[in-house]
């Protein structure tokens, strides 16, 4: 039996940084979109409860697959095993250095 790969992926989402694992990733069928399929969330104990990581299963719970935009993911990294997945405010994240992917400015006003 072949081991799958477990993959971590880094994006923005509405100011804050979002870390979740999956074993699925792929460029996707829509364009500018990377689909993101078998969530995985870790089996914690019961007894020590992770807000951000509840906040995750139910944001994603009944989610087979999700595509998130190019422009908001920060990192894809193929690792051994699964970590805890988690969601940090933006300015917050390890040392506070992932900045906006920049944005073209627009033409101006004829």
């Not at 880094?10 to 100011?15: L, V, Y």
């Amino acid at each position: 039996m072949t081991k799958k790969s477990i993959f971590r992926i880094i994006f923005h989402n509405q100011g804050n940084i979002y870390e979740v694992y999956a074993r699925e990733v792929s460029q996707g069928g829509m364009y500018a979109f990377v689909e993101v399929g078998e969530i995985i969330f870790g089996e914690r104990s019961k007894l020590v409860v992770d807000p951000s990581d509840e906040k995750l299963k139910s944001e994603f719970s009944g989610v087979k697959r999700t595509y998130i935009p190019l422009h908001a993911i920060v990192r894809i990294d193929e690792v051994e095993k699964e970590g805890q997945a988690k969601i940090v405010p933006a300015g917050e994240s390890k040392g506070g250095n992932i900045a906006s992917f920049p944005m073209p400015i627009k033409p101006p006003v004829s």
